[in-house]
């Protein structure tokens, strides 16, 4: 039947024709035949790997060792045939999602099928992770990434070289809770399309090294709570951020105790209504650079600069300085 079915689809030349017909199919096994059918891609002129709905995401993961628990969230997909799971260098696909202490398993190969088009919550709690890599991401249609790793307390390393966020629209809360990440390098995330980042490296405490310099926030409304308790991290480079579109950034650096300089002279903040607790307890923090911020529109900045105290110097306009001076008398601010 596989025989009939592809030599049928060979003379389908419509893109739309044929993902209606791939939709009929559960199983990732006529698919796989087509791929390599030579014939088949030649009556098209194109290869099957063009069509992003069908193009392969493969993932590696390595868990702790005497850990148990889930490896990966599928929630309601359990009984669907989208995830193909194979322990170690076995071939034969695995029916669970889950590692008893009795494992023994090195590494953990997941295929993931074009039927899934969202890794909202995907690793969320799983706490017997050690390191992810990408090995292969050839689909561009995934849009949600939010609660992707979050709560994965056990790991420490995440390969990303292999990985697209072309379509991304939501990242909210992707590494929260990541709490032993030392290093994230993020240089080749497209966030063109992202319009929120809430939470997003949220309670990364043993975080030192973050690479976001290519970030692209023009679309971002929602920063709240972006670096929350990434109390290891020494230096942020924020100073390519667009703003001009955020409307929420409170608790944007809270808990940032080892941060000592913050430059925000590029933040444009005339959309901005909530800097609620922004910089609350950033003890360590001396200098921060505010000089283009309007507050014009901010209806809630308690709590702003509470527990500030190491801050010294704060670069504003003379309009913030009063602003600040009459709301924060406790700040000694040359």
């Known amino acids: 039947m596989n025989v009939i079915n592809t030599n049928l689809l060979i003379y389908i030349r419509n893109k739309s024709i044929l993902k209606q017909i791939m939709e009929n199919f559960t199983q990732n096994k006529l698919l796989e035949l087509i791929r390599y059918n030579k014939k088949l891609q030649n009556s098209l002129n194109k290869s099957i790997e063009s069509y992003i709905e069908y193009t392969k995401i493969e993932i590696e993961i390595n868990p702790k060792e005497g850990r148990e628990g889930e490896f990966i969230n599928i929630e309601d997909e359990k009984d669907k ?10 071939n034969e696909e695995e029916k669970r999602y889950y590692l008893t202490k ?30 992810i890599n990408f090995i292969k991401f050839n689909r561009r ?9 979050t709560g994965c307390s056990c790991l420490e390393k995440i390969n990303f070289s292999q990985f697209s966020t072309n379509k991304v629209v939501n990242m909210k809360s992707m590494f ?36 976001i310099s290519k970030f ?75 000089a283009n911020f309007n ?8 709590y702003m600069f509470t527990l500030c105290s190491s801050l010294k110097k704060i670069k504003c306009n003379d309009d913030i300085k009063i602003l600040i001076k009459d709301k924060f008398k406790f700040l000694d601010i040359k």
């Open 141 to 149: 249609n995934i849009t949600d990434m939010s609660y992707m790793f």
């Open 176 to 211: 929260s809770g990541c709490s032993k990440l030392v290093k994230l390098s993020l240089g080749n995330f497209n966030t063109n399309k992202v319009t929120n980042m809430t939470h997003m490296f949220d309670g990364m405490k043993a975080l030192k090294h973050l690479d």
């Open 295 to 302: 507050m014009k529109n901010v209806k809630e900045m308690s």
């Open 81 to 90: 045939p989208f995830f193909h799971i194979f322990f170690d260098d076995n």
């Open 216 to 290: 692209n926030t023009a679309n971002v409304t929602d920063m709240s709570w972006m670096f929350n308790e990434c109390s290891a991290l020494k230096y942020l480079n924020v100073t390519k951020f667009n703003t001009n579109n955020a409307l929420d950034m409170c608790w944007m650096f809270s808990g940032c105790t080892s941060l000592k300089k913050l430059d925000l002279d590029n933040f444009n903040t005339d959309k901005v209504t909530d800097m609620k607790s922004m910089f609350y307890r950033n003890a360590g923090l001396i200098e921060i650079n505010m």
């Open 102 to 131: 009795s494992d023994a398993i090195r590494k953990i190969k997941i295929i993931i099928d074009s039927n899934i088009k969202s890794f909202r919550r995907l690793f969320l709690g799983c706490e017997v992770i050690h390191s």
